[in-house]
């Protein structure tokens, strides 16, 4: 069982940036690929970003390459995602997950983290 604690989201002009992290119980965290994910009002949760177990690879969905940086520490048991020049279309409800393959089939779910970006 792992539990996960988004932390981090706010209220930010566009252009700016945004630091979200996320806490994880247990102590198997580096066998879990994790996974940023957000939920926009009025629309389906959409994958943004992941990471594997050991750090090494990466990967992010069109709309935020460039812009978003999704890195973890193993030893800490956190994953963060750095978010740069924001814009209102990346307001939504953040979540954070831990899965054992980065593209598909996330297990556990944290509570979630707003993020707003204002024009």
């Known amino acids: 069982q792992v539990q996960l604690v988004e932390s981090g989201g706010g209220l930010v002009q566009a252009g700016g940036s945004l630091r979200l992290s996320c806490a994880a119980s247990?102590?198997?965290?580096?066998?879990?690929?994790m996974g940023w994910f957000r939920q926009a009002p009025g629309k389906e949760r959409e994958f943004v970003a992941a990471?594997?177990?050991?750090?090494?690879?990466?990967y992010n969905q069109d709309s935020v390459k460039g812009r978003f940086t999704i890195s973890r520490d193993n030893a800490k048991a956190t994953v963060h995602l750095q978010m740069n020049n924001l814009k209102p279309e990346d307001t939504a409800v953040y979540y954070c997950?831990?899965?054992?393959?980065?593209?598909?089939?996330?297990?556990?779910w944290g509570q979630g983290t707003q993020v707003t970006v204002s024009s």
């Open positions: 997950a831990a899965g054992y393959y980065m593209t598909r089939d996330y297990n556990y």
């Open positions: 990471i594997n177990g050991g750090g090494n690879s990466a």
């Open positions: 247990g102590r198997t965290f580096s066998r879990y690929a």
